[in-house]
């Protein structure tokens, strides 16, 4: 689970390229395809001639997959850092970007489900559950763009920098293998590694020794997308063999989601000198080496990102030559560009209704709609004066109408979204309580009717969907608060209840709902003040250091529940550090064995049940109020080819390879065959 996702390649594909096979096969998969009237005809006309004479109809080839090309995608974000496993580069911009470059041991697909990925590892073996151990096998091919093998030095440095140093969990001990070497070549373990790690002396190849890096890894919070420290943690020995080409991982106790490790691997020999924070401000050709198949071959910060094929990619090349991704202000400047051809693929991170009409309403292009696997929480502090008991965060969550406020904020986006029913999963989600996925229809299919809104969840909801007056004034009463009239309330010593909410002014979903919750608290005889924050990751901060009694935080789900650790648990360390997310300063020793527990259960059935008890006690305790599940939308262009969405907002180039531009039948780029 991350707080929106990640690589690229034909073979590398192979297990699920089914799902990516092309604009049809997505929409008929992902979502509800929205196409205005008068859109097909002009894609048709774009694609294909026909004529009619004496009654005989004629159709010509219609335009098809080009080779070659230029495809552009706008976005509304600017990639921050050039590692996007540290608190500068682990943003959405950045795994966005970095996806079809930097290689990853699993990907999360569109179907969101961990699958590994065939180009960088031919097996990944759970061969052992007592100790769990795991086997890759890295693919013999598989080389960085500066010709140096992708090896076990890798996946090896990328463990000792991600398993941090702080925190209950403490430091991993000493585990008989070192540090790769600046010149790439792997570690050499003795054998006796694997089952004595505290005693074993390394013997390592005579090559320098890299410079000091930070040991402990800092990781973001609302932004990350699954920050496994605790899974790092739990490795006890890692073994290269077969000349760097396997590497052995054993886990000192289960760790169900071992999947979740070795995301966006960065060249070791790289980092080795510059150290794993490299002080860079947007992602980097110098740094960010690929082992995919395109390479970053120009950046204009703040600007644009030019992608142009690896020429060291091992398998099947792409068809586009280059993917330029370019950083518009906003979802405006979005739309602007879609209709003036300046980019031929959008995906905004929020829009308005504005945004959608304005791509809805242009015949050239095409729009699909989804639920993405992020959903907004007001998030409170535990630890706050105002907020620490119990029942006033409960009368906090009376008294805010969950109903009207989604229908105000994203209702009119996506008509299936309820009041959230789940502290760890997106609505869209497997995991999600009781989940009953709404049937697929998509417009032109026979049987189409367009969904109405409706005020019922798909889940037995376990808060009530609207503000409950009554419920807010027994238990403010309760506490000795008094209300006069429609003032404010108060306790007998004159103070009245007043909270601080840090807010994300960046993220137009965040800033909409923070002025209805202030609305709607103010009406209930709450006083709330705004507390402006640059970024989610800044608005946690403010609620952890006590700078805000609450904060309004999109928290960005995965396939990985045992993320919940970093959300809701201080075993990770002080929020911020060591992968801890933890920004309500949360510490209940039920639910931290709960999850632990969990965490540790290798048949996701044994652990769905704890998972189901943690979220139960986390609405008994209130830590957070989930809110709804945020919707997605990207747009392009008729004259593209299998563009697809993916319901992980990063997640859009996971799988360029299926991307072309399309071509008259007698170009001399059309795709032979």
Not at 110 to 123: C, E, K, M, S
Not at 508 to 516: F, G, L, M, N, S
Not at 597 to 620: C, F, G, H, M, R
Not at 631 to 639: I, K, M, N, V
Request: net charge neutral; proline share 11%.
């Amino acid at each position: 689970m991350s707080r929106p996702g990640s690589g690229p390649g034909l073979a590398r594909r192979a297990a699920y390229a089914a799902a990516a096979l092309g604009l049809a096969g997505g929409a008929a998969t992902l979502g509800t395809l929205l196409r205005p009237p008068g859109a097909a005809r002009a894609i048709a006309a774009a694609s294909a001639t026909t004529t009619t004479t004496a009654g005989t109809t004629t159709t010509t080839n219609p335009w098809v997959p080009g080779i070659n090309g230029t495809m552009t995608v706008g976005i509304d974000q600017a990639p921050t850092g050039c590692n996007p496993n540290t608190a500068s580069g682990d943003t959405w911009a950045d795994r966005l970007v970095l996806a079809p470059v930097l290689p990853s041991a699993f990907q999360i697909n569109g179907n969101d489900q961990p699958v590994y990925d065939a180009a960088l590892i031919t097996q990944a073996e759970l061969q052992s559950t007592s100790p769990e151990t795991v086997v890759y096998t890295i693919n013999p091919k598989a080389v960085w763009s500066d010709g140096r093998p992708v090896t076990a030095a890798d996946f090896i440095y990328t463990w000792r920098q991600e398993r941090g140093t702080t925190g209950p969990l403490g430091p991993v001990p000493p585990t008989g293998t070192t540090a790769p070497s600046a010149t790439g070549t792997p570690p050499v373990a003795t054998p006796a590694t694997a089952t004595t790690p505290a005693t074993a002396t390394p013997t390592t190849s005579p090559t320098p020794t890299p410079t000091a890096v930070p040991p402990t890894t800092v990781l973001p919070g609302a932004t990350g997308t699954t920050g496994p420290a605790v899974g790092y943690r739990q490795i006890t020995s890692m073994k290269a063999g077969n000349h760097g080409r396997t590497v052995t991982v054993v886990f000192k106790t289960p760790y169900a989601d071992w999947q979740s490790l070795f995301d966006d691997l960065l060249p070791a020999h790289v980092l080795a000198k510059t150290g794993w924070n490299p002080a860079c401000t947007t992602v980097s050709p110098a740094i960010d080496l690929s082992a995919g198949p395109y390479v970053i071959s120009k950046v204009v910060p703040g600007q644009e990102i030019v992608l142009t094929r690896n020429p060291r990619w091992w398998e099947q090349q792409p068809t586009l030559a280059r993917i330029i991704v370019r950083i518009a202000s906003g979802p405006t400047q979005l739309a602007q560009w879609l209709a003036n051809g300046t980019v031929d693929v959008a995906l905004p991170t929020a829009y308005s209704a504005h945004y959608l009409q304005a791509v809805t309403s242009q015949p050239a292009l095409v729009s699909q709609s989804q639920l993405s696997t992020t959903f907004l929480q007001l998030e409170f502090s535990t630890t706050s004066p105002a907020t620490a008991p119990v029942d006033v965060r409960q009368a906090i969550a009376h008294a805010i109408n969950r109903q009207a406020l989604l229908n105000s904020v994203v209702g009119w986006a996506d008509s299936s979204i309820v009041p959230a029913a789940s502290h760890l999963f997106s609505q869209t989600q497997s995991g999600y309580p009781s989940h009953k996925p709404p049937p697929l229809q998509v417009s032109g299919q026979p049987g189409y009717s367009p969904t109405t809104a409706s005020g019922a969840s798909p889940t037995a909801t376990p808060f009530p969907a609207t503000a409950d007056p009554a419920a807010t004034s027994r238990l403010l009463t309760a506490l000795g608060y008094l209300r006069l009239g429609s003032g404010p309330w108060t306790l007998p010593t004159g103070k009245v209840l007043s909270l601080r909410m840090a807010v994300d002014t960046a993220d137009p979903w965040t800033a909409q709902t923070a002025a209805i919750i202030v609305r709607q608290l103010g009406a209930a005889g709450i006083t709330v003040s705004l507390v402006a924050a640059p970024d989610a990751q800044a608005a946690g901060v403010d609620v952890s250091a006590g700078r805000a009694d609450m904060a309004l935080l999109p928290m960005h789900s995965s396939p990985y529940p045992s993320q919940a650790i970093s959300w809701y648990t201080p075993l990770l360390g002080a929020p911020g550090s060591g992968g801890s997310q933890d920004w309500s300063n949360f510490d209940n020793p039920t639910v931290n064995g709960l999850l632990e527990k969990a965490s540790q259960e290798l048949n996701p059935v044994d652990a769905a049940p704890i998972y189901t008890q943690v979220d139960a006690l986390l609405w008994q305790d209130m830590v957070g109020l989930p809110l709804f599940a945020q919707p997605s939308t990207l747009a392009w262009s008729g004259l593209t080819s299998g563009v697809t969405p993916n319901p992980n907002g990063p997640g859009l180039l996971w799988s360029p390879q299926n991307w072309a531009m399309r071509v008259p039948p007698t170009s001399p780029d059309t795709q032979a065959g």
